[in-house]
T-cell receptor
């Protein structure tokens, strides 16, 4: 119920291509879905996030598509660049109130490599 | 985005000693802070959740006496690894969140116990 399943584990894309990473969840109480980018030896950085009342959100080259009925959401990176090579994590959380507010459940991560 | 500062970024300690890691939210007040552990090429594993002025809530399997968490103010939480052993070597990351904003992460601390 608490799991977030992420795929693929690794992804290789040519420069200028579109990178697509998918996540699926079970818990319908989740109401916040962020994506994080992590470079080796660094903490995750918040890229973009969406709430379930919106089906798509775009920020620059990054777009989240959200399908509430299918309980799936995905990250699209347009015009992928070598500098985008990193590990990407999807996550989900819900407002359980009290001490659990904002507790994130992470996907397994996707290692993205963008070739020049 | 909001800034979370974690210190130190790297620490090497001898087996049996204790190490303290600090996590500060620099430009917002964090009602909740989270501590994660991450093994190479793996996802983040939540260790504990801390709220200012109250005891931390530990995830199942995390030893509360080994990983002491103190959340003394709305901008500071500390994780102390007590009596560290080589198997405690890992990448530790804190996260801070406040209502109305997302969760932001520190830069992580690479702990090596020798």
């Amino acid at each position: 119920q608490q799991q977030v399943k992420q795929s693929p584990q690794s992804l290789i894309v040519q420069k200028g291509g579109i990178s697509i990473i998918n996540c699926a969840y079970e818990n319908t109480a989740f109401d916040y879905f962020p994506w994080y980018q992590q470079f080796p030896g660094k903490g995750p950085a918040l890229l973009i996030a969406i709430r379930p009342d919106v089906s798509e959100k775009k920020e620059g080259r990054f777009t989240i598509s959200f399908n509430k009925s299918a309980k799936q959401f995905s990250l699209h990176i347009m015009d992928s660049q070598p500098g985008d090579s990193a590990t990407y994590f999807c996550a989900a959380s819900y407002n359980a109130g009290g001490t659990s507010y904002g507790k994130l459940t992470f996907g397994q991560g996707t290692i993205l490599t963008v070739h020049p | 985005g909001a800034v979370v500062s974690q210190h130190p970024s790297r620490v090497i300690c001898k087996s049996g000693t204790s190490v303290k890691i600090e996590c500060r939210s620099l430009d917002f007040q964090a009602t909740t802070m989270f501590w994660y552990r991450q093994f190479p090429k793996q996802s983040l594993m939540l260790m504990a959740t801390s709220n200012e002025g109250s005891k931390a809530t530990y995830e199942q399997g995390v030893e509360k006496d080994k990983f002491l968490i103190n959340h003394a103010s709305l901008t500071l939480s500390t994780l102390t690894v007590t009596s560290a052993h080589p198997e405690d070597s890992s990448f530790y990351i804190c996260s801070a969140r406040s209502r109305g904003i997302g969760a932001f992460f520190g830069q992580g601390t690479r702990l090596t116990v020798v």
